[in-house]
């Protein structure tokens, strides 16, 4: 018989790329029952990893990989391959694409039983905005991974349908978070934010809160914006995180609008009290197949603020328009406006929309992901064990 992996603590390597600070990711390094799990990462970033303070705060074993370029992956494969060598996990769970192609690769070759990678986008996406070879990589990753965690049913159906992964082999868990820090925010935090991006008496005050990428839709929340100054000449557009291969042809359009109603904020730490800043959030990707999931859906709903959006990611899966948020066609400056003068001047309509979002994101707390993953964990590690078993059985009988 195989020895159950269950009267052990599970090893679990995590591999992440990721250049930020992941506030999920820290939830899961602080939430994950010890005791059942024993946890260590391999961090491919850059410089020091953002990670790698609650890592040592924990006392979780950590490893990092200077990492530039995707030309680095065989030299991330080495140390990946090492790693599993030395610590013989049971699980490997891999984040974002890079980690993806050099953490699969790496725990395939050693022998690794458990390969886990969470699908972070969904798909198809254009060629104009995704290189058409990078869809090879998803194959492979799909072709290696045991199990597939996809975020949304967005993830999944994309998954399951144009990248023909059998059903079995995807579970959709959603992402978690803190949502009761949003409720912690002292005012001292808001005065500090006001204060640095001189925010002054700035009213309303509209959120954008993405990357300058194409698909990110912001190019037609900037003419929505330049019209709502006509009835609004205070209000201030706040751009976070202000940077992004689009930037460039998102200057002319930038332009158009006065210096004193824009903030572009490259970077901002405290998201919690940055939210607290804003009066209507508005995200609104231009297509459903463009996000994996997007997390602003649910901060902004826990954060009590309302939102004009286009549904995709998680919002297809949640979004309810005039209840939750006011959902507008793709690419459609003018349904934004009016979105937004909604919002602004509906009482009872933002009212609504708040009430619900914050009792919907209820839904999503890191403690329930965190639940999730390990019953995830804990399924795989029963089918290997049973997988192994009748190996053995198959074997003694010749």
């Not at 002319?252 to 607290?276: G, M, Q, T």
């Not at 508005?282 to 197949?289: A, C, G, S, W």
Request: net charge positive.
């Amino acid at each position: 018989m195989a020895k159950s992996r269950f009267t052990v603590r599970a090893k679990i390597v995590y591999v992440v790329w990721l250049e930020t600070r992941w506030p999920l990711m820290e939830s899961v390094c602080r939430g994950t029952d010890r005791a059942r799990f024993d946890l260590s990462f391999v961090l491919l970033n850059r410089a020091t990893p953002p990670l790698a303070p609650v890592l040592e705060e924990l006392g979780i074993p950590w490893i990092h990989v200077p990492f530039r370029r995707r030309a680095d992956i065989p030299r991330a494969m080495r140390v990946i391959w090492k790693h599993c060598r030395d610590v013989n996990p049971d699980i490997i769970h891999t984040h974002f694409m890079n980690a993806c192609l050099a953490g699969l690769t790496a725990a395939a070759l050693s022998g690794v039983p458990v390969r886990i990678h969470t699908r972070h986008h969904a798909g198809p996406v254009s060629w104009k905005y995704r290189r058409p070879w990078q869809e090879l990589y998803d194959f492979y990753n799909n072709a290696l991974s045991t199990t597939i965690i996809a975020p949304s049913g967005a993830v999944r159906t994309a998954l399951t349908g144009r990248n023909r992964v059998r059903e079995d082999k995807v579970t959709v868990l959603h992402h978690g978070f803190d949502v009761d820090a949003f409720d912690a925010v002292s005012d001292d935090r808001v005065r500090v934010l006001r204060q640095r991006y001189e925010i002054g008496d700035a009213h309303p005050v509209i959120g954008i809160l993405a990357r300058y990428v194409a698909i990110k839709g912001i190019q037609y929340v900037l003419p929505a914006f330049e019209r709502l100054l006509e009835s609004y000449p205070d209000a201030l557009l706040l751009i976070a995180p202000a940077r992004g291969p689009y930037q460039a042809e998102l200057a002319p359009l930038l332009a158009r609008i006065p210096k004193r109603n824009l903030r572009e904020i490259p970077f901002e730490d405290d998201v919690h009290a940055l939210y607290k800043l804003l009066d209507v959030v508005v995200h609104v990707p231009i297509r459903q197949t463009v996000e994996g999931y997007r997390q602003v859906y649910i901060e902004t709903m826990a954060a009590g603020v309302p939102s004009v959006i286009t549904r995709t990611g998680i919002a297809l899966d949640l979004a309810r328009d005039r209840e939750n948020a006011v959902v507008v066609p793709y690419c459609d400056s003018d349904a934004i406006y009016r979105g937004i003068r909604g919002v602004l001047e509906d009482d009872a309509l933002g009212d609504t929309i708040i009430r619900n979002g914050r009792r919907d994101a209820r839904g999503f707390t890191a403690r329930a992901m965190i639940d999730g993953l390990e019953s995830i964990y804990e399924s795989a590690l029963r089918k290997t064990t049973l997988t192994a078993t009748t190996e053995e059985r198959y074997a003694a009988h010749g």
